[in-house]
């Protein structure tokens, strides 16, 4: 059985986006690939769009238990736009089960144009990374999305440089997020230290370490660093010790 999906606003690309059956029979530019998903590239009207098909959810009981990874990507952009975080727009989704099992999905989204991912920028030393206005800005950004998000128990879990876009304009988009849930307790604790262990990891060798703070003191709207924060900073820190 499948369940599908095409926003109203792209009812024009119902012959390309409107079952997952033409979604999967589409043709495009292929741009990476896995055991378990695909993702091409195709332009319709001179909009590129980004089309992801998974044929697989896992092993073994993954493929019944738990949410597949497909609808996680679409359900957490989704909720990025709820809580106004920019992120792309998801186009048309849905997956098809064979039973009980995961059987296919997908999950399309438009461009972001003029974008970036940050990683690309740190790989070959971007001006941009000297520009201390422009670092604030970015900064300023990611400190309030990253926030807004652990505000609602939610942790990205892969909040790596190369899942943040920022255009000509300098905003700052959020991207590729399947892994990314609700937590509680100390697994919500640990997924927060993560994520801004995962931010840290490159910009330990770009940035300040006075630019690095301040990204902590607007992350956490303090003025100073409190006795928790020091706690906390050490434990991002040490996060990735000895696994680098």
């Known amino acids: 059985m499948a369940s599908w999906n095409l926003a109203p606003e792209y009812a024009h690309l119902a012959a390309d986006f409107g079952s997952i059956d033409a979604v999967f029979a ?13 993702v091409i590239r195709i332009e319709r009207d001179g909009v590129n769009y980004y089309v992801k098909r998974y044929t697989g959810a896992g092993k073994h009981m993954r493929r019944y238990l738990g949410r597949p990874r497909v609808k996680a990507e679409w359900q957490n952009l989704k909720q990025f736009a709820k809580w106004g975080i920019p992120t ?53 950004q990611l400190a309030r999305h990253t926030r807004v998000m652990h505000d609602h128990h939610f942790a990205h879990n892969d909040l790596k440089w190369r899942n943040l876009l920022v255009d000509d304009q300098g905003t700052l988009f959020f991207i590729d997020c399947p892994t990314g849930d609700f937590w509680r307790g100390f697994m919500l604790r640990h997924r927060l230290i993560k994520d801004l262990a995962c931010l840290d990891k490159v910009a330990k060798y770009h940035l300040s370490s006075t630019q690095r703070l301040r990204f902590y003191l607007q992350y956490r709207g303090h003025a100073r660093l409190h006795a928790r924060d020091k706690k906390r900073i050490r434990q991002v820190l040490r996060f990735f010790e000895g696994r680098e």
């Not at 999950?107 to 206005?133: G, H, Q, V």
Request: overall charge negative; proline content about 5%; hydrophobic content about 40%.
């Open 26 to 38: 589409i043709k495009g530019e292929r741009l990476t690939r896995d055991p378990l998903s695909e």
């Open 88 to 140: 792309a727009d998801v186009v048309a989704w849905g997956l098809e089960r064979q039973g009980l099992a995961f059987g296919r999905g997908a999950m399309i989204t438009r461009e972001l144009p003029r974008t970036e991912d940050l990683s690309a920028l740190a790989e070959r030393n971007d001006p941009r990374l000297r520009d201390a206005a422009w670092v604030d800005h970015v900064s300023r």
